[in-house]
């Protein structure tokens, strides 16, 4: 049964760098048939799309973050990495990482199979 | 503002049929397939609808997807009061350097 479980600081001052990390566990991130992404929900607001990862490193991020989103894995640790720079309040929100796969697509815009249970970040003054 | 637009609420009584939509443009709905996912407060979202049509294995038959033009419909039959959570719709807007979408949330109320 694959498992995505998310951890972090939990509280992060404006202006650093909020840093996540996606533990995946009952299948391996190192395959050709899917993407791995993170999407994240502020407090009262809907779902946002941060970024989008292959296997091969090959990343996709979501334009309107103007840069400030970094998406990484590593293969040896099962792990999918989210960076988000020079936070603010705005970035406070809960932060879930999915998988991304269908038959018939093999990118950034297949459908959010799995999800973990998100973790929550919020940004501080 | 999101660029797909949902009605913020929908209600219905057990056993009746709930249709919620989104629309969007060209660039999204209409020239890319359309997923849907529900969110009971506290859990994690859930894919119930893919490919606009399609439904994962496990997810009942009472959730149907369809599009039409740049518009898209999620219909759950034979509601039940444990389909009472949050619906979201997505897709790819292929517009500049391309990236998803979701809709601002249709939260289902069951009467």
């Known amino acids: 049964q694959l498992q995505l479980q998310e951890s972090g600081p939990g509280l992060v001052k404006a202006s650093e760098t909020l840093s996540l990390t996606c533990n995946v566990s009952?299948?391996?991130?190192?395959?050709?048939?899917?993407?791995w992404a993170w999407i994240r929900q502020p407090p009262g607001k809907s779902l946002e799309w941060l970024a989008s990862?292959?296997?091969?490193?090959?990343?996709y991020s979501n334009p309107s973050l103007k840069g400030r989103v970094t998406i990484s894995l590593d293969s040896s640790k099962n792990q999918i990495s989210l960076k988000v720079n020079s936070v603010t309040a705005t970035d406070t929100a809960l932060y879930y990482c999915?998988?991304?796969?269908?038959?018939?697509?093999?990118?950034?815009?297949?459908?959010?199979?799995?999800w973990g249970q998100g973790t929550l970040v919020t940004v501080s003054s | 503002q999101s660029v797909l637009t949902q009605p913020p609420s929908a209600s219905g009584t057990p056993g009746q049929t709930v249709t919620i939509s989104c629309s969007g443009s060209?660039?999204?709905?209409?020239?890319?397939?359309v997923s849907w996912y529900q969110r009971v407060p506290g859990t994690a979202p859930k894919l119930l609808v893919y490919?606009?049509?399609k439904r994962p294995s496990g997810v009942s038959d009472r959730f149907s997807g369809s599009k039409s033009g740049t518009s898209a419909s999620l219909a759950i039959r034979g509601l039940r009061s444990d389909d009472e959570a949050d619906y979201y719709c997505?897709?790819?807007?292929?517009?500049?350097?391309?990236?998803?979408?979701f809709g601002g949330g249709t939260k289902l109320t069951v009467l």
């Open positions: 999915a998988r991304q796969w269908d038959v018939a697509v093999v990118g950034p815009e297949a459908p959010f199979d799995h």
């Open positions: 009952g299948g391996s991130i190192n395959r050709n048939i899917y993407y």
């Open positions: 990862i292959y296997y091969s490193g090959i990343s």
């Open positions: 060209r660039s999204i709905i209409g020239t890319n397939f």
């Open positions: 490919s606009t049509n």
């Open positions: 997505a897709a790819w807007d292929d517009s500049l350097t391309g990236r998803v979408v």
